[in-house]
């Protein structure tokens, strides 16, 4: 690991006073970027730490949703009894990921901003565009098993790696940020994320020094919730596809739907293409077909990750049998 | 730096790149505690920091200092073994041993998480009520990897002290 300065920030304003340049990082559980910085696929020369702010708390908002600190822990995020009550998708999603003692660490700020398991960006003899711009990609023609089919380019075929994340997607998150300049910005989890294009090492949109400070849910949503995730090993491996859906039926017709997709794009894949082929018609395999073929439309696979799009079509299927089925 | 382990404070001055797990066996003599991937992927270097188990290696001594860490030189001793070390060693729950301080601190933190109720990815609802039978103790147990495949073993062990 290569050496830094290291400070503790007291208070939201301080942490964002003492960043601003590209080298300076803010560190809250850290299980992902010290991971990162022992390999030396990040090497910022200064920490700011922001562990010990007072971001972590879940509120009730006045609009009948939840106000997550960005330094509450995937554990505590899981287990608090309004998320498990109101919104089953993201408990079932946080629950999904990593192990127990990382999600005791792991922040809900820091987890949005969680990076890619890509073999090559963790290898720093490959070529690789996110962790050195220009240099090339070797997943495209190399082992891209876990890779992306949605939203790549000729630059990066990284997935975001996250749950957490996908749970959100779907239920329309708005992340709030402080800026080096004092001004707050709320920002819908919609437009968070950046495909990677020509700048795969730029993935959200926040500016160098702005910090994640909560985490807004919108009132919850109707209808049934669930988070399926499909990987190598039972537990405590990343998603080679997930899916948080949020179904509601009504007379017989689905009335809302909102679809959520882990493990196919460089961020949480949310398509309103999907819903539209759903919403309004009956629940039936031909417009669950229609989803999925408007999920794929332009999904291509890279050789090893070829078997992404039969499975995340039958993934989606069976979530939307089990979300429209019998008493929805 | 100041730091509290296992209820006795210590001072050490470290290089600011010391992981809490570095912190403990390179500088206090603290050595039950083991180092097996370094990347948080093992669960070998698990210790309980303010009651919450996580792993040292993924953490910096520094951002430490005023937390409450308990090893497994905090949990039991040769002559006074906490239950779950008498529940491993009369399950045969090891063969090298090396992954064992972490499982049995993961697992003395892991019994609390489900006390609180705290549901898991196998748990059919989430509403509490946890029963911590095979199922619930391997999905709870999973960031614990044992080389040696002792896992029967172990769940047999964890399930003598908390389980149905």
């Not at chain 1, 290898?123 to 240099?135: F, I, L, M, Q």
């Not at chain 2, 619930?136 to 614990?144: D, K, P, Y």
């Amino acid at each position: 690991m290569k050496t830094f300065d290291y400070a503790r920030a007291d208070s939201p304003e301080d942490a964002v006073a003492a960043a601003g340049d590209e080298d300076t990082y803010f560190i809250a559980g850290g299980t992902n970027l010290l991971d990162l910085m022992k390999l030396q696929v990040e090497t910022p020369a200064r920490l700011v730490d922001i562990s010990r702010l007072d971001l972590n708390r879940i509120e009730d908002t006045d609009e009948g949703g939840l106000r997550i600190g960005a330094l509450v822990a995937n554990s505590d995020l899981a287990a608090d009894q309004r998320v498990r009550d109101r919104y089953e998708v993201l408990s079932r999603a946080l629950l999904a990921g990593a192990s127990g003692q990382l999600r005791n660490k792991a922040s809900t700020g820091g987890n949005l901003l969680q990076r890619t398991r890509c073999y090559y960006f963790y290898d720093t003899a490959s070529r690789c565009n996110k962790r050195e711009p220009g240099t090339g990609c070797d997943a495209l023609e190399g082992f891209n098993r876990i890779h992306a089919v949605l939203g790549t380019s000729d630059h990066c075929i990284a997935t975001h790696p996250g749950d957490m994340p996908v749970a959100m997607r779907a239920l329309g998150a708005v992340i709030v940020t402080l800026k080096k300049d004092g001004d707050r910005r709320r920002i819908p989890i919609h437009d968070f994320y950046r495909l990677p294009g020509d700048t795969p090492h730029i993935e959200t949109v926040l500016q160098p020094g702005e910090l994640i400070t909560h985490v807004e849910l919108p009132p919850a949503p109707a209808g049934r919730q669930l988070y399926r995730k499909v990987r190598d090993r039972a537990s405590y491996a990343f998603a080679l596809v997930s899916v948080a859906g949020i179904v509601s039926v009504e007379d017989g017709r689905i009335a809302s739907a909102a679809l959520a997709f882990g493990g196919l794009g460089p961020m949480p894949w949310r398509d309103a293409a999907v819903e539209a082929a759903l919403v309004g018609n009956a629940p039936s395999s031909a417009a669950f077909e229609a989803a999925a073929d408007a999920l794929l439309k332009d999904a291509r696979g890279y050789g090893s990750n070829d078997f992404k799009l039969p499975l995340v079509r039958r993934t989606l299927i069976a979530c939307l049998r089990d979300l429209t089925g019998d008493a929805a | 730096m100041q730091f509290t382990i296992n209820g006795q404070s210590h001072q050490a001055e470290v290089d600011i790149r010391t992981s809490l797990l570095d912190l403990c066996r390179e500088h206090l003599g603290l050595t039950g505690s083991k180092k097996g991937c370094d990347h948080g992927q093992c669960g070998a270097c698990t210790m309980i920091v303010n009651g919450r188990r996580i792993n040292s290696c993924l953490t910096l001594a520094v951002m430490h200092q005023d937390d409450d860490i308990v090893t497994i030189e905090g949990i039991g001793t040769p002559e006074n073994l906490a239950p779950l070390q008498r529940a491993f060693v009369s399950h045969d729950a090891f063969q090298c041993g090396y992954c064992t301080p972490g499982q049995i601190c993961s697992a003395t933190a892991m019994i609390e998480e489900a006390k609180m109720g705290w549901p898991s990815h196998v748990s059919g609802t989430l509403d509490g009520g946890v029963t911590l039978d095979n199922e619930e103790i391997s999905e709870r147990m999973s960031g614990n990897i044992c080389r040696c495949a002792a896992y029967p073993n172990i769940v047999d062990a964890i399930r003598e002290v908390a389980g149905a």
